[in-house]
Structures are given as C-alpha cells and as structure tokens.
T-cell receptor
C-alpha cells in the first residue's frame, strides 16, 4: 500500500526567507504526487502535482516542488515566504491499485507559520 | 467556472440520528470523491463515484454510504451517528478520475455529533 510521510508537524520561517516543507512517499510503481494547502475552516486548495516529466514542478502562488526518485521525496518549496502562506500543507499520493479510481492517500500535514 | 459546493456547511446532530450531505462538482467533472478529516485520523478516503457507480471504497463501516446522480451531484449518508463521526467531510471532484487528474475540493461540511 502507498503511504506519505511529512516528518515535520510545524515549520517556522521568517517572511522573505525561503521555505521548504518535506514529504517522502512509498508506492509501488510510478508515483503520482500532489500538494494541497488548507486555510482555517476551508477545504483543500490544489497547489501542484507531479505526474511525469521534469523533476521540478511549478505550481500556484509561487510554490514549486522537487521530485527526487532516489530519495522518494517530493519537497514543497518557495523562494520567498509570505505571512499569507501560513496554513496547513498536505502532501498526497494517488492510489496505484488496480481498477483505476481516485483515492488519494494524505500525509499528516505540516503547519507552516511565517512570521514578520 | 464555479468550484465544488457542499451543503450544508455546518450540521449538529445527536447520536443515533442519520445525516445526508450534498456535493455539487465542478461543471463537467464526472468523478466525485469523499474524505473525512479529523484531528486524530487526519484525511481519510471514504469512497468515489463515477458515472453513478461506486468505483472505490475506503475502510469505513457500512453506516457510511453514498450515491451519485446522473448530473454528477453526489450525496453521502451516515446512519446511526456516533460521537466519533464528528469531522469535516470534504468532497472533491475531477474530470474522469484517472490517475493524472487533479481533485478539486469543496469547503467541506462540518458535522458535530452530540
């Protein structure tokens, strides 16, 4: 079965500094990886995904993620953090089982806090 | 294009009651998935519907059920509510539900069971 790990419950960063939110995965076969962000009392908002191709994926709001197959990682990054980036971030992997289907397996989430 | 909508946004029920939650997907999207989010268990997949058929199911008891209508709108039902069913229920839609599709989430329905 596939799984996703987000080793940090919380990441603190100063505004203007680069940020990284870590994610590692375990799947059989090729991974389909996603990042979502959740603001308080809201649903999940899609940031970016890796399906195939370039290892550096660019997404919404200046976020990007680097896929590393050898390290089974898909870390989320942003060159310059904003206070408004403070939110809960989830990494997810698409189920690789038979029968197609749309099941996402999520990590436990990382709370990002950007301070002035 | 309007996003995924869920109704109601908030619900308060008592143990033993049943509840029905509704989800309207993005126009043109045919796959609808449901997730439960709790502080203890995180985000867990409930089930997915495509073309009015349940295509995938998570590890939840039979009290949790769903359906999809011909216009792709979906409902989920929880019968005999338990305190542990208190959660944020999220609906997500995607075009075809293929592996590369992006799932777009609604704002969720916050269910509180007293």
């Amino acid at each position: 079965a596939q799984s996703v790990a987000q080793p940090e419950d919380q990441v603190n960063v100063a505004e203007g500094n680069p940020l990284t939110v870590k994610c590692t995965y375990s799947v059989s076969g090729n991974p389909y990886l996603f990042w979502y962000v959740q603001y308080p009392n809201r649903g999940l908002q899609f940031l970016l995904k890796y399906i195939t191709g370039d290892n550096l994926v660019k997404g919404s709001y200046g976020f990007e993620a680097e896929f590393n197959k050898s390290q089974t990682s898909f870390h989320l990054k942003k060159p310059s953090a904003l206070v408004s980036d403070s939110a809960l971030y989830f990494c997810a992997v698409r189920d690789t089982g038979t029968g197609g289907g749309n099941k996402l397996t999520f990590g436990t989430g990382t709370q990002l806090k950007v301070e002035l | 294009k309007a996003g995924v909508t869920q109704t109601p946004r908030y619900l308060i029920k008592t143990r033993g009651q049943q509840v029905t939650l509704s989800c309207s997907p993005i126009s043109g999207h045919r796959s609808v998935s449901w997730y439960q989010q709790t502080p203890g268990q995180g985000l867990q997949f409930l089930f997915e519907y495509f073309s009015e058929t349940q295509r995938n199911k998570g590890n939840f008891p039979g009290r949790f059920s769903g359906r999809q209508f011909s216009n792709s709108r979906s409902e989920m039902n929880v019968s005999t509510l338990e305190l542990g069913d208190s959660a944020l229920y999220l609906c997500a839609s995607s075009l075809e539900g293929s592996r590369g599709d992006t799932q777009y989430f609604g704002p969720g329905t916050r269910l509180t069971v007293l």
